[in-house]
Nanobody, 127 residues
Framework: QVRLVESGGGSVQAGGSLRLACTIT????????LAWFRQSPGNEREAVAT???????RYKSSLEGRFTISQANARNTLYLEMNNLKPDDSAVYYC?????????????????????YGQGTQVTVSS
C-alpha cells in the first residue's frame, strides 16, 4: 500500500522559510515523477513543483527562484524548500505520486497523472 506522509509545515512570518518533507512507503515500482501540490481555501489544488528520476525539476512559474524541490533516500523522501514566503503561499501542501506504471516526459505540472496524495501539511504565512 502506497503511503505518503508530509511534515514540516507551520506558521511563519512573511520573508521566512520552511522545509517540507514527505516520506513515501510501499511505493515499489515508482513512476519517474514526484510532485508537490498546494490548496488554499476556495481555490483548486495546484501543482507547485515536480521532479523526475534524474532530478530535473519544474516549477509553477511564479514560484521559481523561491521554492526548491529535491529527493533523497532512493526517492523515498521528497523535500520542498520554501524561501521568502509570502502570505499568498498559505495553503495545505501535499506530496503526490502517480501510479507506478505511469511514466511522463516531462513530469506534468498539473493533477492529471497523479494518483496518490498524502494527508497534507498546513503552511501559514503572516504579514
Amino acid at each position: 500500500q502506497v503511503r505518503l506522509v508530509e511534515s514540516g509545515g507551520g506558521s511563519v512570518q512573511a520573508g521566512g522559510s520552511l522545509r517540507l518533507a514527505c516520506t513515501i512507503t510501499g511505493y515499489k515500482d515508482k513512476s519517474n515523477c514526484l510532485a508537490w501540490f498546494r490548496q488554499s481555501p476556495g481555490n483548486e489544488r495546484e501543482a507547485v513543483a515536480t521532479i523526475d528520476r534524474d532530478g530535473n525539476a519544474r516549477y509553477k512559474s511564479s514560484l521559481e527562484g523561491r521554492f526548491t524541490i529535491s529527493q533523497a533516500n532512493a526517492r523515498n523522501t521528497l523535500y520542498l524548500e520554501m524561501n521568502n514566503l509570502k502570505p499568498d503561499d498559505s495553503a495545505v501542501y501535499y506530496c503526490a505520486a502517480p501510479l507506478g506504471s505511469r511514466m511522463f516526459e516531462p513530469c506534468p505540472l498539473g493533477s492529471f497523472g497523479f494518483d496518490y496524495y498524502g494527508q497534507g501539511t498546513q503552511v501559514t504565512v503572516s504579514s
